[in-house]
C-alpha cells in the first residue's frame, strides 16, 4: 500500500510509532528510558499536544497523543528526536543516527478504536516476550490506566473519563477490558495503519477527515483504470 501524505489534525488523535535504526535498541538502561520520558513531558508541553497512552520498548517507542495546535505532533516529535538522539550520543561516546528514519503515525477514529489502541499499545511488552504479565514493565501507561500509579504525562482522554465517575471506576472498567483476548486481525489492521500512515477508522470517519483535510486519505486502487466502451 501507498504512503498517503501525513496528517496533522487539531483535537483528533493519531497512534505514533518510531524504530531504531535497522530495530537496533534505542533504550540500554533505566536511565535512557526515564530520559525519554522527561523529554517527551517537555516536548509535549511546549507543542501542545496530548500524550494518553505510551509504551517504550528497546527498540520502539508507541504513543496515542492529540494535538492542540496544528502541526503540533510533528513538532514534537522533531524536538523530542532531537534531544534524545543528542543524549545517546553524549553519553554512549557515539555518532550518526538512531532511529529508523522518521515517525509513523495514523489518524484515529476516537469512538470505534482508541481503547482498542490503547490496548494494542499497552500490550507489545507482553506479545513480545518482554515480560509474563503487562502489569510488570514499568515504560508503558498500562500502570497509569489501572490505577498502580499517577503519572503525571498522561492526559486522560475524554472517552478514558467516560469509563466511570470516579478514578477507581474507571481504572478498574479499562482494566476489565484486558480480560478479553485480542483479536489477530485487529492487532494486523492496527499495525498496517500505522505502518502505512492510513486512517484507523471506518469509511464514515474517513469521509469526514478528506472534508476536514481536504487531502485523500484512501489508497488509489492499483491496476490500469477500465477502458471506457466508447475508447473499445
Not at 116 to 135: A, I, K
Request: with cysteine; aromatic share 12%; charged share 20%.
Amino acid at each position: 500500500m501507498a504512503r498517503l501524505p501525513r496528517l496533522n489534525l487539531i483535537n483528533i488523535p493519531q497512534h505514533i510509532v518510531q524504530v531504531g535504526h535497522n530495530s537496533l535498541p534505542c533504550f540500554f538502561c533505566d536511565d535512557d528510558y526515564a530520559f525519554y520520558l522527561q523529554s517527551l513531558r517537555a516536548a509535549s508541553d511546549q507543542y501542545k499536544v496530548d500524550v494518553h497512552a505510551y509504551v517504550l520498548l528497546p527498540s520502539m517507542i508507541q504513543i496515542i497523543a492529540t494535538p492542540n495546535i496544528p502541526n503540533g505532533i510533528s513538532s514534537m516529535m522533531q524536538s523530542l528526536g532531537r534531544r534524545y538522539v543528542q543524549y545517546i550520543n553524549h553519553r554512549y561516546k557515539r555518532s550518526g543516527t538512531l532511529w529508523g528514519g522518521r515517525y509513523k503515525s495514523s489518524v484515529i477514529d476516537s469512538t470505534a478504536y482508541l481503547l482498542t489502541c490503547y490496548r494494542y499499545v499497552e500490550l507489545r511488552p507482553l506479545h513480545m516476550g518482554l515480560v509474563d504479565d503487562v502489569e510488570d514493565y514499568r515504560w508503558s501507561s498500562f500502570p497509569h490506566h489501572i490505577g498502580l500509579c499517577n503519572d503525571s504525562l498522561i492526559i486522560d482522554h475524554p472517552l478514558f473519563l467516560e469509563l466511570g465517575d470516579s478514578r477507581k471506576q474507571r481504572c478498574y472498567a479499562y482494566q476489565q477490558l484486558f480480560k478479553y483476548e485480542f483479536g489477530v486481525a485487529v492487532m494486523d489492521y492496527i499495525a498496517e495503519t500505522v505502518s502505512v500512515g492510513q486512517i484507523l477508522g471506518g469509511d464514515g470517519f474517513k469521509d469526514q477527515i478528506e472534508k476536514i483535510a481536504n487531502v485523500r486519505v484512501r489508497p488509489l486502487k492499483r491496476g490500469r483504470p477500465k477502458k471506457s466502451s466508447a475508447a473499445r
